[in-house]
């Protein structure tokens, strides 16, 4: 069921006091072809569309392609101030309810960062509620994390007594080169200026420090099959990487790109059985229904449909 949309919320978040048309975040083009129309008002714009949890799957503003590079973005999109008003109110309850399934797609990623960089000092970006911030504290990191949520960096600091500051990386105040690891999880495809953020990164990072992150990869097969339906052209996302273009941006602003994998999440039957919706109703009620009848909707599974991968580069 799609989130109620609160007066109070339209009158704050007007689109037309906040969206811009933006050039190519990588290559500085202006020159775009359009991949899909606008499927919904952007005055539907509201703190719960851009909640991790956010029901708004498939809706989206005007997605595009860079006809110089080849990025797609969403164009136009709300600015900078909007996104960062947008976040800063998000509450997300669900995730909460959620989240061992979450625990065991960020343990499964923690391996992947302790093969690179064993230990040290570690950020993560977008930490949300601190749970992957949690397990690599237990892991033995000096953690911290920086997270636009009020709600969820409060949560992160009261509940799990973690370093999370409710800001982003650019007023966090971190000295210099003073992290050996910086984690971005499913949060680059979110920036009003990917670019300015990944330099941002390379900053606080130390020589040959590790950056690791996870995002959708549009060049897939599956969004090359499911074109408008594809579940993760939302409006919370402003940028759609392939593997070409986000090593590209990492290459100009000063990062090596060591390995590019899979990304595979552990997730509930429930979760995926809700997500039918977008793609057929039919189905979806069809799955709920079988879910309900067997009891299995608390089972986790490992999703791995190829169109999610998880990038490792170090700092040059």
């Known amino acids: 069921m799609r989130a109620e949309i609160r007066r109070d919320e339209v009158e704050r978040y007007n689109p037309e006091l906040g969206l811009e048309s933006v050039p190519c975040n990588l290559c500085g ?30 809706q989206h503003g005007t997605i595009v392609r860079c006809d110089n590079c080849g990025l797609v973005y969403t164009n136009p999109r709300p600015t900078a101030e909007l996104l960062d008003a ?25 391996v992947g960062v302790r093969k690179r960089a064993p230990g040290g000092r570690l950020l993560d970006i977008g930490s949300h509620v601190g749970t992957f911030l949690q397990l690599a504290r237990e892991a033995g990191y000096d953690v911290s994390g920086v997270e636009p949520s009020t709600w969820a960096a409060e949560y992160a600091r009261n509940t799990r007594g973690l370093d999370v500051r409710p800001c982003g990386l650019t007023t966090a105040g971190f000295e210099p080169e003073s992290f050996d690891v910086v984690t971005m999880w499913d949060v680059i495809e979110h920036f009003a200026d990917p670019k300015e953020e990944l330099r941002q990164v390379h900053g606080v990072l130390k020589p040959g420090g ?22 993760w052209y939302m409006l919370m996302h402003q940028y759609f990487f392939t593997p070409q273009t986000l090593s590209r941006m990492l290459d100009e602003v000063g ?37 309900e009848k067997t009891g299995i909707g608390g089972m986790r599974i490992p999703v791995n449909l190829g169109d999610l991968m998880t990038v490792y580069a170090r700092k040059r």
């Open 86 to 110: 947008l976040y800063a109110d998000v509450e997300d309850n669900v995730y909460l309810e959620d989240e061992e399934a979450r625990v065991a797609t960020f343990r499964h990623a923690l």
């Open 29 to 58: 083009s202006t020159s775009t072809t359009q991949v899909l129309a606008a499927n919904t008002s952007l005055a539907d714009l509201r703190a719960a569309a851009f909640a991790c949890t956010s029901p708004d799957v498939g």
């Open 210 to 231: 590790l950056f690791a992150l996870t995002t959708m990869d549009v060049g897939a097969l599956l969004p090359r099959v499911l074109r408008g339906r594809w579940p």
């Open 255 to 291: 990062f090596e790109v060591i390995a590019i994998e899979p990304h595979i999440r552990i997730t509930y039957v429930r979760y995926v059985a809700s997500k039918l919706e977008a793609y057929s109703r039919g189905l979806h009620r069809v799955a709920t229904l079988l879910t």
